[in-house]
């Protein structure tokens, strides 16, 4: 492969969330180091006795998600990253024991300078969320957002625009 210096992207883009899944984006707001976009897989290598290595491999799981540090501690932001809490008015309760289904969208720029999308269909917070409240410090709200296959249609893609 050629190695173009165009195709090295720099710079920050918007992660917004909709909650409900088929509710309206809305942005995140600032985000503390970027946004991270994970993917991983899981695989059965197809192993016969006439050969040490394997003569096929079938994917079995894949994994895609999210992750920020959101800066704006909003409630709307703290409800979407902790899985089983729900928002009523200004106030947020936890141990409903349910996650929220909701859809996760990121946009970029790719090399050629226009936007590039990545879109999560159907995801759930999942992980971790702690904030430190301290004297000189920024509190930031952990999200991450794990895919989920829908019914119908992409689970997630990357399109350039």
Do not use: W
């Given at each position: 492969?050629?190695?173009?210096?165009?195709?090295?992207?720099?710079?920050?883009?918007?992660?917004?969330?909709?909650?409900?899944?088929?509710?309206?984006?809305?942005?995140?707001?600032?985000?503390?180091?970027?946004?991270?976009?994970?993917?991983?897989?899981?695989?059965?290598?197809?192993?016969?006795?006439?050969?040490?290595?394997?003569?096929n491999?079938?994917?079995?799981?894949?994994?895609?998600?999210?992750?920020?540090?959101?800066?704006?501690?909003s409630?709307?932001?703290?409800?979407?990253?902790?899985?089983?809490?729900?928002?009523?008015?200004?106030?947020?309760?936890?141990?409903?024991?349910?996650?929220?289904?909701?859809?996760?969208?990121?946009?970029?720029?790719?090399?050629?300078?226009?936007?590039?999308?990545?879109?999560?269909?159907?995801?759930?917070?999942?992980g971790?969320?702690?904030?430190?409240f301290?004297?000189?410090?920024?509190?930031?709200?952990?999200?991450?957002?794990?895919?989920?296959?829908?019914?119908?249609?992409?689970?997630?893609?990357?399109?350039?625009?």
């Amino acid at each position: 492969m050629a190695r173009t210096i165009a195709n090295v992207l720099i710079g920050y883009g918007t992660l917004s969330i909709a909650y409900p899944a088929g509710g309206s984006l809305v942005d995140v707001g600032y985000t503390k180091d970027g946004v991270n976009l994970e993917y991983d897989e899981s695989h059965y290598d197809v192993m016969v006795e006439e050969t040490t290595l394997p003569i096929n491999r079938a994917l079995t799981k894949e994994s895609v998600k999210f992750s920020a540090n959101l800066s704006e501690a909003s409630l709307v932001n703290i409800n979407n990253a902790m899985a089983g809490a729900v928002l009523a008015g200004s106030t947020i309760t936890v141990g409903a024991g349910a996650f929220k289904l909701m859809k996760a969208q990121f946009v970029g720029t790719d090399p050629a300078g226009n936007a590039r999308t990545i879109t999560i269909y159907l995801c759930t917070a999942t992980g971790n969320v702690k904030g430190t409240f301290k004297k000189e410090g920024e509190l930031f709200i952990p999200i991450t957002l794990e895919v989920l296959k829908p019914a119908a249609g992409n689970a997630f893609d990357i399109v350039d625009s």
